[in-house]
């Protein structure tokens, strides 16, 4: 009998209907349907106890890594409940599995799964049957619908008379690129590995012809990422039938990400004072981050471009949607929507940063998405592009993507999202300008134009290996192609300069006016010497010694010419904006036919080290050349950015080391450079090994050896990455890798 039938026997209710009287205070004990009440009563079903088998449903799933206590399970793909009962279960028993997610779960939202193992399917494609049953043990099978929201799921288990809550009652549902019916699906095991299992790689930095890499640990296994992330879905407000779609949740991830609209995740700086916070520069993984934005709510200080683009990897990856770090050599800020980048340059050769809204960053680190797009005609599924380095706005946030790279490639730049900014980033063409002082007034003369400059050795990390993939053609056609100017064409053919405003810490101020210039497809100059220049170092370019450098003109053709060159170097943050100005050259030279010569450019030490020490950014060694041709139009500008070269770190540890038992490893660096080096700090870091570390160094003086050590205790098989970091004022990083392997 149920609650509010009287029936005394269940002790539900103190009256039985039937006798009229409260059992046990006249209730007769002969009354036939009050004694049959009662002894049902006592054989009613009732849930004793959920196992959700979560060793078994994580290998399968391909979840096991993630450190929680929790089921975490991939959508579309069949997993296992163990439930036991206080009886044997019975044909007709009333048994369901609700599955509910939000705030007020409802069948009629889509939100509210009742699975009922004695039907095939409930509505929303989810399916549940009965594995075996034995004895008061039933083991179910569950598959959730392949379209279903992510995010985590509370279960109840409810028999005809109760309603059992299990402890660890939050089952958390992911994205699933094993299964062919969820629109993330990656048919290739290799590049699942890697752009979903891989918790540790790195990220290319430097600049176009001197790229190296940061070495970078995603963790997404780690403690509590799981759950910042899941934070971030809700904090996201998307609606839960959107959360069903990767392209809406990777698009509220680039924005949430950055906290520029919505106290996200990390908090940018670009001013080279981080007295705050964390610099930029001493972050090695994602983990710590999103910690410490989960336990406190509040944006993380500091991050730029690579910081953004690791954790989004990390969130991504975490959710279960393929996603890759992608570095853009060259990388164009286009503010006005013109495709083309206006270099300013003084009559020394230096770049002048305040004439220019644009810029051109030496990279420039977002991340590709893997994904089809079922809102797009055919064509357009495969690898998106997302940013969620804050750099202009979307649809009133600072977001960007997902955007096809098919339709960057083809210049179909109208498609959503942000194809326009995207396809810029890597096409935009160059235009270099003089200024020059005419009868005491300042006069603007065009050199040169440059089309092939943008966007260079677009880099990610190689599926399964630790080396550099260029993707570069999957962004676009060979630079000069009949094909890479059709799709300019195309895509100026869709652009309109739209007066966007630029971001006040990125890109330069003073602009030059209100002359809107069209998208237009611009074209190289056809050279009638042969002009050609090159920018090389003829010694190391280790800090605290000179910078010796030096700019080759060659001419090939017939005749004799007579260039004015002009060479510059300057110091420069990443982004491209000048620092220091640290010398100039100016010569005439005479070159015959086919020849060359060789101009040094000789940069003293105590020219930039103050400058070094001061800021708190790793800064680059730009050098930019004009040559001219006299008696000719010839005129050409060439630019070149190298970083400085630094001593290693050596990591000591035995190639293979056994699941929980102790190893060591240790850390060595030698000072090599001639200076030196102060207030040094070591951050090593190893996921499934031991936890962040760092050691204050001190002052290193030249010749100096230090060394560190940590005790590592194994909790994960399989190939580990330690990481380790020095800085110092006068140097800002210096990483080293190395891979163990942990057996059993």
């Not at 809406?248 to 916070?277: I, Q």
Request: proline content about 4%.
């Amino acid at each position: 009998m149920v609650a509010g039938e009287g029936a005394c026997a269940s002790g539900l209710a103190q009256v039985c209907r039937h006798c009229l009287s409260v059992w046990g205070k006249g209730c007769k004990e002969g009354c036939n349907r009050c004694m049959a009440n009662r002894s049902a009563s006592a054989t009613d079903l009732k849930v004793t106890g959920v196992d959700y088998l979560k060793s078994e449903n994580g290998r399968l799933h391909h979840t096991d890594a993630y450190n929680i206590s929790n089921l975490v399970v991939r959508r579309g793909q069949a997993f296992q409940l163990q439930l036991t009962f206080s009886r044997e279960l019975r044909s007709t028993d009333k048994l369901a599995l609700r599955f509910g997610i939000g705030e007020k779960p409802m069948k009629i939202t889509g939100t509210l799964m009742s699975l009922n193992p004695r039907r095939e399917q409930d509505l929303g494609g989810w399916q549940i049957s009965i594995v075996e049953n034995n004895g008061k043990e039933c083991r179910l099978s569950v598959t959730s619908s392949p379209k279903a929201p992510v995010g985590k799921y509370i279960l109840n288990v409810k028999t005809e008379t109760s309603i059992y809550k299990p402890e660890n009652d939050a089952v958390y549902l992911l994205f699933n690129p094993w299964c062919e019916g969820d629109v993330v699906f990656l048919d290739d095991e290799a590049q699942r590995k890697e752009y979903v299992l891989n918790d540790t790689g790195c990220i290319y930095v430097g600049s176009a012809y001197s790229i190296y890499s940061r070495p970078w640990n995603f963790g997404q296994f780690e403690e509590f990422v799981l759950d910042a992330c899941m934070y971030l879905l809700d904090k996201s407000e998307l609606r839960l039938s959107r959360r069903r779609d990767p392209v809406f949740v990777s698009r509220a991830m680039s924005a949430l990400v950055n906290s520029n609209d919505d106290n996200g995740v990390v908090l940018g700086n670009w001013s080279g004072n981080y007295g705050n916070g964390t610099s930029p520069m001493d972050w090695i993984g994602s983990v710590a981050i999103l910690q410490k934005y989960y336990k406190t709510k509040k944006p993380v200080p500091y991050g730029q471009c690579w910081v953004f683009a690791g954790v989004l990897t990390t969130v991504m990856r975490c959710l279960g949607i393929p996603c890759r770090c992608v570095s853009n050599f060259n990388s164009a800020h286009d503010t006005d929507e013109n495709l083309r980048i206006d270099v300013y340059l003084n009559e020394r050769g230096e770049k002048l940063n305040w004439m220019s809204l644009d810029s051109i960053w030496n990279f420039h680190v977002w991340n590709d998405v893997w994904m089809k797009r079922t809102d797009l005609p055919t064509g357009f599924d495969g690898w998106q592009a997302i940013d969620a380095t804050p750099q202009e706005q979307s649809q009133g946030l600072f977001q960007c993507g997902p955007c096809p790279l098919k339709a960057v490639k083809d210049g179909d730049v109208y498609l959503p999202f942000d194809g326009k900014f995207v396809y810029a980033e890597v096409n935009a063409d160059k235009v270099y300008w003089i200024l020059r002082k005419v009868n005491g007034k300042d006069k603007y003369y065009k050199i040169s134009t440059e089309t092939r400059g943008v966007g260079v050795n677009i880099s990610t990390k190689a599926v399964g290996e630790d080396r550099r993939e260029d993707i570069t053609l999957q962004y676009k056609f060979p630079e000069g192609s009949e094909e890479e100017r059709e799709a300019m064409e195309k895509a100026c053919s869709f652009i309109r300069p739209s007066g966007m405003v630029p971001r006040g810490r990125f890109a330069s101020a003073m602009p030059m006016g209100e002359v809107i210039s069209r998208p237009e497809v611009l074209h190289e100059a056809i050279s009638q010497t042969g002009l050609k220049l090159e920018i090389s170092n003829t010694e190391a370019l280790y800090p605290g010694n000179p910078l010796e450098l030096a700019i080759t003109v060659k001419t090939s053709a017939p005749g004799s010419w007579t260039i004015d060159l002009t060479g510059s170097c300057q110091l420069q943050s990443y982004t491209g904006i000048i620092k220091a100005n640290l010398g100039y050259v100016k010569d005439t030279v005479v070159l015959d036919g086919k020849s060359e010569t060789q101009i040094p450019l000789k940069i003293p030490a105590d020219a930039y080290m103050q400058t070094l020490a001061l800021m708190e950014d790793e800064l680059l060694i730009h050098v930019t050349a004009i040559a001219e041709v006299q008696g000719t139009d010839d005129k050409l500008t060439k630019e070149t950015t190298m970083h400085f070269e630094y001593p290693p770190i050596v990591i000591e540890m035995p190639e293979t080391a056994r699941l929980n038992q102790e190893f060591t490893c240790a850390f060595i660096f030698k000072n090599k450079l001639n200076m030196t080096l102060t207030n040094c700090k070591l951050m090593v870091e190893g996921l499934g090994l031991f936890k962040v570390s760092t050691f204050d160094e001190g002052d290193v003086e030249p010749g100096r050896i230090i060394k560190s050590a940590v005790i590592c205790t194994p909790t994960r098989l399989g190939e580990k990455k330690i990481v380790a970091k020095l800085s110092s004022v006068q140097i800002k990083e210096i990483s080293a890798e190395k891979t163990i392997t942990i057996i059993e």
